[in-house]
């Protein structure tokens, strides 16, 4: 007879972006290995960015629960829709150009609701959760955050009732990099810090998405620590021509942070100095982008090259990837940031096309890119290295020698679901 497992999330279809596509893979693969997922999630949700495509995803067979959840970007949106959805979905303007709705939105979000906007929902939802886990007889349940208000959900379950909680942390708590942004009290930091120890402290198994998240980790709690990360599902059929345009494209967010001038400045270089470059030279970003990057690309001169597509349904930002002749990963130059794995390194690799990635010293990104050869690393003041890279890609593009990689097993989301169901199985 299969295990039940009871997963809890927020972002869930018809949810977009890199947060929805974790758990909805696990769910999708978790049956192979003798284990039935039920998936509780938040029924009327405030969510930034909608991919209604990923509905087809989930299995018709799969039970997903829902109930109503309460969100106070709902309010703030009567007053302001377009710059409370912009700050939901994590584009927060630097603070000296923060205007007044701005800052107080930013002030209500640190400080009155935590850990995050979504809290509401936790207590309807132990209430509900406790008759239907006893009802059911399940005795697993994986809380995942962000929002890490879930997690809060799970300690409030372990409290009530006798079963096994683990809680899968996609990105850090304290230590994420736009906690800084949100104005918060020293009170409401060490709430913060008290929460997520206790958090810590309480399940019975904790899943990271980076070895940099364990390391951490493992400061705050003796409670056993399992890396799993990010991955890629089967690679889609996309035609990779080498006539054309060579674009260097960007697929997702880039917040203000993620702003390395030297690489734009490296193009823009390239652009002045090389003719055949300058002729078909083209920078793309795929998603929401932040105004200050935007600005700054235009500073430099690249505006006659700058294509910016939005946010597009995630079907299409992959056939965007394998049509792209160099891929971007960005991350922010903070030593916070060096054990944040984007989820989108996976789908890179999946496309088979170079990465060009830039981030902090050390960052854990650099690891898998050596591990793999799916391209190169370079820091935020490696200006040269970079122009080189990218005209030694040029060059090869030019030649008819645009490198094709081989997308590596490990990621694959199969193979990543089966290492969960091993953790999962192991004290059953």
């Known amino acids: 007879m299969a295990k039940k497992v009871l997963i809890i999330a927020y972002y869930w279809p018809p949810a977009g972006g890199p947060g929805v596509q974790r758990w909805l893979k696990f769910a999708k693969y978790l049956p192979d290995f003798d284990i039935t997922p039920l998936v509780y999630v938040p029924k009327n949700a405030h969510y930034p ?6 509905e087809a995803e989930v299995p018709k067979t799969m039970t997903v629960i829902k ?58 939802s132990i209430k509900f959760l406790k008759a239907y886990i006893s009802d059911h007889q399940i005795d697993t349940v994986i809380t995942t955050g962000p929002p890490h208000s879930i997690h809060l959900i799970g300690l409030g379950l372990k409290k009530s009732l006798p079963l096994r909680w683990i809680a899968d942390f996609r990105d850090p708590w304290t230590t994420i ?17 008290r929460l997520e120890k206790i958090v810590l402290n309480t399940a019975d198994d904790v899943i990271v998405t980076s070895p940099g998240t364990k390391k951490n980790f493992k400061q705050l709690t003796s409670k056993p620590i399992t890396v799993i990360t990010n991955g890629f599902d089967s690679a889609i059929n996309v035609e990779k021509s080498t006539s054309g345009s060579f674009t260097i494209a960007h697929i997702g967010s880039l917040l203000a942070q993620r702003n390395p001038e030297m690489l734009w400045k490296a193009m823009a270089s390239l652009v002045a100095e090389n003719p055949a470059f300058k002729a078909i030279f083209k ?22 090259y700058l294509e910016i597509v939005g946010y597009v349904a995630h079907q299409k930002a992959r056939q965007l ?3 792209a002749t160099l891929l971007l990963l960005i991350e922010i130059d903070a030593a916070i940031t060096k054990e944040i794995i984007p989820g989108k390194i996976f789908e890179y690799l999946a496309a088979q096309r170079p990465i060009l990635a830039v981030g902090p010293k050390d960052a854990d990104v650099e690891q898998i890119l050596n591990e793999t050869n799916g391209g190169r ?4 003041d490696q ?37 969960l169901a091993r953790l999962i199985k192991e004290k059953m």
């Open 383 to 419: 200006l040269e290295p970079i122009k080189n890279f990218i005209l030694k890609a040029f060059e090869d593009f030019q030649k008819g020698e645009v490198l094709a990689l081989k997308a590596p097993e490990q990621y694959h989301r199969k193979s990543l679901t089966k290492s």
């Open 321 to 323: 990837q394998h049509k």
């Open 377 to 380: 690393f370079f820091t935020y």
């Open 177 to 193: 990099g736009y906690h800084d942004k949100l104005r918060m009290t020293k009170k409401t930091k060490q709430k913060h810090k």
């Open 283 to 304: 920078l793309q970003l795929v998603g929401k982008v932040s105004p200050q990057v935007i600005e700054s690309i235009k500073r430099l001169g690249l505006e006659d």
């Open 49 to 54: 960015i909608i991919d209604n495509a990923l």
């Open 67 to 124: 109930t109503p959840i309460v969100e106070p970007y709902g309010w703030a949106s009567a007053l302001s829709r377009k710059q409370t959805k912009t700050i939901s979905a994590g584009i927060i303007p630097d603070a000296s150009k923060q205007n007044l709705f701005q800052k107080a939105l930013l002030y209500a979000r640190g400080n009155f609701f935590v850990p995050d906007a979504r809290v509401l929902w936790v207590k309807p």
